[in-house]
Nanobody
Framework: QVQLVESGGGSVQAGGSLRLSCAVS????????MGWFRQAPGKEREFVAA????????AYGDSVKSRFTISRDNAKTSLYLQMNNLKPEDTAVYYC??????????????????WGQGTQVTVSS
């Protein structure tokens, strides 16, 4: 069972940056896909970014392309989300997630079976 714990959320002004971290335990296989989602009040959970745990197939949601970067450490114990040029509409609870489906390319939330508890990101104008 993969366990995920997010950290690094907080409050920032528009144009600022934050780096989210997700501590990964339970030794997910290299075929897993790790991702970030977010959910704002009253809205559905939205795909932000994902990558195969092996390191390939990085993908981003349209609203964050060119501003956010997903990465992991070489030891495969942490997943990161670097968020630059933040906008008020980026305000949400951000979740780290893991999918055991090999070669995943459809990043619907229901494909991810393990979730962290979430970390709040608030961007003020």
């Amino acid at each position: 069972q993969v366990q995920l714990v997010e950290s690094g959320g907080g409050s920032v002004q528009a144009g600022g940056s934050l780096r989210l971290s997700c501590a990964v335990s339970g030794s997910p296989l290299s075929t897993y896909t790790m991702g970030w989602f977010r959910q704002a009040p009253g809205k559905e959970r939205e795909f932000v970014a994902a990558m195969w745990w092996s390191g390939g197939n990085i993908a981003y949601g349209d609203s964050v392309k060119s501003r956010f970067t997903i990465s992991r450490d070489n030891a495969k114990t942490s997943l990161y989300l670097q968020m630059n040029n933040l906008k008020p509409e980026d305000t949400a609870v951000y979740y780290c997630a893991a999918s055991s489906i090999p070669l995943l390319r459809d990043y619907a939330a229901h494909a991810f079976g393990s979730w962290g508890q979430g970390t709040q990101v608030t961007v003020s104008s």
